[in-house]
């Protein structure tokens, strides 16, 4: 029985060692193919995220060598009340935007799924301002917005309506900005929700009518429900470029008038490149960074909890 036992052993040993034999060799030339990039990734994106946290430690000018300062810049938030009031006026324009920014799209996008005329017509003049650049969309509003001869104020007349001094008026400034992002970038969410929807299945909706759902109950029970995940997608990402907004406020309003329109991202941009302190700038762009963190983490703290 022993030399039977052994006689195995030595046979399971030997295929063991057939196996490992022909088992393919690890080749790093497949690696050479996605070598570029990497590269590129590592020295564009992960390195200047920890250069960042770096820098935010230090006081920089952008001349003389950074001397590292600890936590001094994130104290001395507290006290740059630019600060207050850029984050202040960033959690208004998110406040206002985000709903506004998945709202309309998803609207438009129930509206052209439908079998009517000119549907691709009207896809795709909701998707062209995609195409636009910022600084074109910003002079365009601009002109929209003129007080004097704007298009806004002149059909607003037509109707009745007060007419405003949009980009100069504090409170409607904020209200202009978000009107053409709203303008800007549903287009791009319009395209995400429209492939949503083509996922539903028809025969859902064809059930539903037949138990007598009115198009609420269909929207609520069948198109809500399939669209939850795309729906997470679009919030966190629309939530994510409100906290960004940049170009649009500095072509149309400068900050102004007296910093009501002011946001995080033009406080960094004035704080590091016009003031040249990027320590105090680097520190700004963390505390965004974790803002943003946060609000996306609840959003899919309230979706587990939704499926729940």
């Known amino acids: 029985m022993g030399t039977l036992d052994q006689a195995t052993q030595t046979q399971s040993e030997r295929r063991v060692g057939r196996a490992v034999a022909r088992r393919p060799a690890i080749h790093f030339s497949h690696y050479l193919y996605i070598a570029p990039f990497l590269i590129f990734f590592v020295i564009f994106q992960i390195y200047p995220i920890f250069y960042g946290m770096y820098i935010s430690l230090t006081k920089w000018d952008l001349v003389s060598t950074p001397q590292f300062t600890g936590l001094t810049n994130y104290i001395n938030l507290a006290k740059d009340t630019l600060f207050w009031t850029s984050l202040r006026n960033t959690v208004f324009f998110v406040a206002l935007n985000a709903p506004l920014a998945i709202v309309v799209p998803l609207s438009l996008a129930i509206l052209v799924s439908e079998a009517i005329p000119g549907r691709a017509l009207f896809r795709s003049a909701f998707t062209t301002p995609l195409m636009i650049s910022v600084s074109s969309v910003g002079v365009l509003w601009v002109w929209f917005l003129n007080p004097t001869f704007g298009l806004v104020n002149h059909y607003f007349k037509m109707v009745g309506l007060p007419e405003q001094n949009w980009l100069t008026q504090n409170g409607w400034a904020m209200v202009a ?112 960074f974790l803002i943003v963190m946060i609000f996306t983490l609840l959003q899919f703290r309230l979706l587990r909890e939704n499926e729940s």
């Open 177 to 288: 900005v978000v009107i053409t992002t709203v303008w800007w970038t549903s287009g791009w969410n319009l395209v995400l929700f429209l492939a949503g929807l083509q996922e539903i299945s028809e025969s859902l909706y064809d059930a539903a009518k037949i138990d007598g759902a009115n198009s609420w109950a269909l929207f609520r029970y069948i198109t809500l429900p399939g669209l939850r995940t795309t729906v997470l997608f679009v919030g966190v990402t629309t939530i994510i470029g409100s906290f960004r907004v940049f170009g649009q406020v500095l072509v149309m309003t400068g900050g102004g008038p007296f910093d009501s329109t002011r946001t995080l991202v033009q406080h960094i941009y004035e704080t590091g490149f016009r003031n040249f302190r990027m320590g105090s700038a680097s520190s700004i762009a963390w505390s965004l």
